[in-house]
C-alpha cells in the first residue's frame, strides 16, 4: 500500500517537472523542471528500494547515480547559461534560434 | 504512523514542487525545489535509507543556494515585483504534463507491485559501502570520472577568455577588411528581452 | 531517553549565555574594557525592548523563517552529538546530518539579508553565500577524514573510536580546518562576510527588536553547537577520566568555543575576492592532503 502512494506520488513530481522543462522560456527555470523529474526517480527508487526489493544494496547504488546525474546537470546546464548569457546578453531559450534557418 | 508521515512528507514534495512553477520570486522558486527534495528526503530517512536521505539535503542545500544565485544574477525580475510567467508552448506543456502523471499513475495502478520491505536489522548504510567499493567499484568510478569530466567541461565552458578575446567583450572575430564588421553570422534582433547585443559592459 | 533530549535546549541555552559573555570578555585582550557575566544578559532585554523596523516590501515569510531555521539547525546539529554513550538523536549518519545543517545554514543567512528588500543585507547576503560554498568542501573533507578511524558515520562510533588517542592528535591539521568552519557557520572574524561592519552590519542592517535578539541568538546557538561537534569529533566528547560523561563534553564544548572566539576577534578580515582565492588555492589542497594523510594513518 505504501509503495503505491510513493510512486504515485512519483509520478506526480515527474508530471509536474515535464511540464516545467516543456514550458519554461528561462533556462533556470527550466533546469528546475528536469531537477524535478529527477526528485520524482529518487523517490520512486527510495519506494522500490525499501518496499520491493527488501534492501538491496544496488538500489542503492541507483539513488547515488541519479544525484550523480543532477549534479552533471547542474554544473553543465549552468556552465552553458554563463556562456550563452556572454554571448547574447539573453537567459531564454528562444535567444538562440540562429540554428534554425 | 509510517504511512501518514510518509503521505504527508510527499503531499508537501508535491505541492513544492508545483508551487516551483507558480510563486514569482526566483528565490522562492529555488527554496521551494528545496524543500520538494527535503521532503523525498525525509521519506528516505523514514523508509529505512538514511544515508540517501540525508546526503540529498545536504546536495540539495548546496545546490540551490547555487541555483538561487544563478536566477537573480540572470533574470530581469528577481525580487517577484511583478507577475513572473514566462512560458511557451504552454497548453502543450500542461497537456505533456497531466499525460505523463495520467500514464504513470495507471502503470503504478495496474501494475502488480512487489513486496519485500527492508528489513529493521539490516545495516543499509554499511550494505551501501560495501557495495559502492566493492562489487559496484567500475560504476561508482564511472560516476567520478563522468564528474570530472563535468567539472572540466563546465570550466572551459564558462570560461572567460575566449579566442577573439574576453567573453563579455562579444569575443567577436576580426573584420575581413580593415575595421569592417566582424565575419559570421550575426544574429538576429529576436530572442532574449535585453537588445543590448553590442552594448559594452 | 527523554533526558538526552532535554540536554540540548539546557546546553544550547548556557552555550548561548557563555559564548555571549566570551564575547564580551574578548576585548579585555586588547586592554579595552570587558563586560562581565551579566553584561550579556542585559544586553539582550535591552533588545527586546525595541521597536522593530519594518523595510518597504519585504519578504515577510522569508524574514520570519530565516532565523528560526538557524536555530532549528543549530539545535539539530547539536542532538547529534553524543552525550554520554547515546546521542539524543542517534542515526548510523549523523555526521551527514550535521553536514546537512551546515549547508542550510548558508540558506539561512542568505534569506536574512535577502528578505528585507534592502541594499546592505544583499550585499552581505551574496558575500557570504560566495565564500561559504567554497567553505563546504574543506568541511566535508575533514568530517569524512574525522570517520575514517572510527569507519562508521555515527558520531557515536567516532568519538568511541577516540577512547586510546584523540583525533585531534591523529588530525591536527582537521580541528584547525574545522575551526574555518566554525567561523564561517557562525559569521565571525575573518569569514564574518554576512553581517560585518563594513557594511553597515551586512543582513542584520535592518534588523532591530525582537527579530534581531533572535538572530544573535540563533548566532551564538550555532556556536554552541559547532563547539560540542568539534569537541565530539576532535578532542573525545563525553570520553575522560573521572568526571561523567556530560561534563567533560560541556569542559571541552567550552574550550573549543573560547578558542573559536578568540580567533573571531583576533584575526582580520580580508577582502571577499582575497578570500575566495585563499578558499580554493590554499584551503582545498590542504584539506584535500588532510584527507589522503588521514586515510593513510587509518589503513596503517
Redo the contacts between chains.
Keep these: 500500500m505504501t509503495l503505491t502512494i510513493v510512486l504515485l506520488g512519483a509520478s506526480a513530481l515527474i508530471g509536474i517537472g515535464l511540464y516545467g522543462a516543456l514550458s519554461q522560456q528561462s533556462f533556470v527555470m527550466l533546469m528546475m523542471g528536469l531537477e524535478l523529474m529527477l526528485n520524482g526517480a529518487i523517490l520512486a527508487i527510495i519506494g522500490f528500494w525499501s518496499l520491493g526489493l527488501a534492501g538491496m544494496p544496488e538500489g542503492q547504488l541507483l539513488a547515488i547515480i541519479v544525484m550523480a546525474v543532477m549534479a552533471v546537470e547542474m554544473a553543465l546546464g549552468f556552465a552553458l547559461i554563463v556562456a550563452v548569457y556572454r554571448k547574447r546578453q539573453a537567459d531564454m531559450t528562444e535567444a538562440l534560434g540562429t540554428l534554425k534557418e | 504512523m509510517v504511512n501518514v508521515v510518509v503521505i504527508a512528507l510527499i503531499l508537501f514534495a508535491v505541492w513544492t514542487g508545483w508551487r516551483v512553477f507558480r510563486v514569482d520570486?526566483m528565490?522562492?522558486a529555488s527554496?521551494s525545489l528545496?524543500l520538494s527534495f527535503i521532503a523525498v528526503g525525509g521519506v528516505g530517512v523514514v523508509l529505512s535509507m538514511?544515508?540517501i536521505g540525508?546526503?540529498t539535503?545536504?546536495m540539495m542545500?548546496?545546490e540551490?543556494?547555487?541555483m538561487?544565485?544563478f536566477m537573480v544574477a540572470f533574470m530581469m525580475n528577481p525580487?517577484g515585483?511583478n507577475p513572473m510567467m514566462m512560458v511557451h508552448q504552454h497548453k502543450f506543456s500542461v497537456g505533456a504534463g497531466v499525460l505523463a502523471w495520467l500514464g504513470l499513475s495507471t502503470a503504478v495502478l495496474s501494475a502488480e507491485l512487489p513486496s519485500a520491505p527492508v528489513t529493521s536489522e539490516q545495516?543499509?548504510?554499511f550494505d551501501l559501502g560495501i557495495e559502492l567499493l566493492g562489487p559496484s567499484m567500475l560504476i561508482f568510478e564511472t560516476a567520478g570520472v563522468t564528474l570530472l569530466a563535468t567539472m572540466v567541461g563546465a570550466v572551459i565552458l564558462s570560461s572567460r577568455e575566449g579566442r577573439y578575446g574576453h567573453a563579455d567583450h562579444g569575443s567577436r572575430p576580426p573584420g575581413l577588411a580593415e575595421g569592417g564588421d566582424p565575419a559570421g553570422r550575426v544574429p538576429d534582433e529576436g530572442g532574449g528581452h535585453h537588445h543590448h547585443h553590442h552594448g559594452g559592459h | 531517553m527523554i533526558w538526552l533530549l532535554l540536554t540540548v535546549p539546557v546546553t544550547l541555552a548556557v552555550g548561548v549565555w557563555l559564548a555571549a559573555t566570551f564575547d564580551r570578555l574578548a576585548p579585555a585582550l586588547w586592554g579595552a574594557r570587558a563586560g562581565g557575566p551579566v553584561a550579556a544578559l542585559r544586553d539582550g532585554a535591552l533588545l527586546l525592548r525595541r521597536q522593530t523596523v519594518r523595510t518597504e516590501?519585504p519578504?515577510d515569510l522569508?524574514r520570519r523563517l530565516a532565523p528560526v531555521v538557524y536555530l532549528a539547525l543549530a539545535a539539530i546539529g547539536l542532538s547529534v552529538v553524543p552525550v554520554t554513550h547515546a546521542a539524543p538523536i542517534e542515526?548510523?549518519?549523523g555526521i551527514?546530518?550535521w553536514?546537512?545543517c551546515e549547508?542550510?545554514t548558508?540558506?539561512a543567512v542568505?534569506?536574512h539579508g535577502?528578505s528585507p528588500?534592502a541594499p546592505f543585507p544583499l550585499i552581505g547576503a551574496?558575500r557570504y553565500?560566495?565564500i561559504a560554498?567554497p567553505v563546504?568542501l574543506p568541511s566535508m573533507f575533514v568530517l569524512i577524514a574525522a570517520a575514517l578511524p572510527a569507519e562508521s558515520?555515527s558520531v557515536t562510533a567516532i568519538v568511541e573510536s577516540q577512547r586510546e588517542v584523540w583525533n585531534v592528535v591523529r588530525q591536527p591539521l582537521g580541528l584547525a580546518l574545522f575551526l574555518l568552519v566554525g567561523l564561517t557557520l557562525t559569521q565571525r572574524g575573518p569569514f564574518d562576510f554576512a553581517d560585518g561592519a563594513d557594511i553597515a552590519g551586512g543582513t542584520s542592517a535592518e534588523d532591530s527588536g525582537a527579530g534581531r535578539a533572535l538572530w544573535q541568538l540563533a548566532r551564538l546557538a550555532m556556536l554552541t553547537a559547532f563547539s560540542a561537534m568539534a569537541a565530539a569529533l576532535f578532542l573525545g566528547g563525553p570520553l575522560g577520566p573521572g568526571l561523567p560523561g556530560p561534563v567533560w563534553l560541556w569542559l571541552k564544548t567550552a574550550a573549543i568555543m573560547a578558542l573559536t572566539v578568540l580567533l573571531g576577534h583576533g584575526i582580520a578580515r580580508t577582502t571577499p575576492g582575497r578570500m575566495l582565492t585563499l578558499l580554493w588555492i590554499v584551503a582545498l589542497p590542504v584539506s584535500f592532503l588532510h584527507l589522503a594523510v588521514s586515510g593513510g594513518l587509518a589503513l596503517w
Design positions: 520570486s528565490v522562492r527554496f528545496m538514511p544515508y540525508v546526503a539535503v545536504f542545500a548546496v540551490m543556494m547555487a538561487a544565485i525580487a515585483l545495516r543499509v548504510v | 516590501a519578504d522569508n542515526s548510523p549518519v551527514v546530518i553536514g546537512s549547508a542550510l548558508i540558506i542568505f534569506l535577502w528588500n551574496y553565500a560566495a560554498l563546504m558515520l
